[in-house]
């Protein structure tokens, strides 16, 4: 089990921006990728992005041009800066991560979500 701790979310108005921010609480877990997922009222989770340990990201369409993932490695945690926020962004977002723990075992862990709320 690898405890993830979300932060950031909040009320915005349409064209404003948020940071989310994602840390793994243990040390020895070594990261594979990390990424964020959202989901709104009566709709399926859905990646909104994700980074590999590779350098590799992928974007949902809704977002590209709008939103940057990125990581600390050091420090276990991957960002999500929000900018150009529109209402269709109000979601409970999710951050994930997979990876292995003492180098051997291999886990995949949610954070609690948190609330993003774009609204006039």
């Known amino acids: 089990q690898v405890h993830l701790v979300e932060s950031g979310g909040g009320l915005v108005q349409p064209g404003g921006s948020l940071r989310l921010s994602c840390a793994a609480s243990?040390?020895?877990?070594?990261?594979?990728?990390m990424g964020w997922y959202r989901q709104a009222p009566g709709k399926q989770r859905e990646l909104v992005a994700l980074?590999?340990?590779?350098?590799?990201?992928n974007y949902a369409d809704s977002v590209k041009g709008r939103f940057t993932i990125s990581r600390d490695n050091a420090k276990n945690t991957v960002y999500l800066q929000m900018n150009s926020l529109k209402p269709e962004d109000t979601a409970v977002y999710y951050c994930n991560a997979n990876g292995y723990v003492y180098g051997t075992r291999w886990v995949d862990s949610w954070g609690q979500g948190t609330q993003v709320t774009v609204s006039s």
């Open positions: 980074t590999t340990s590779i350098g590799r990201t």
């Open positions: 243990e040390s020895s877990f070594s990261i594979n990728a």
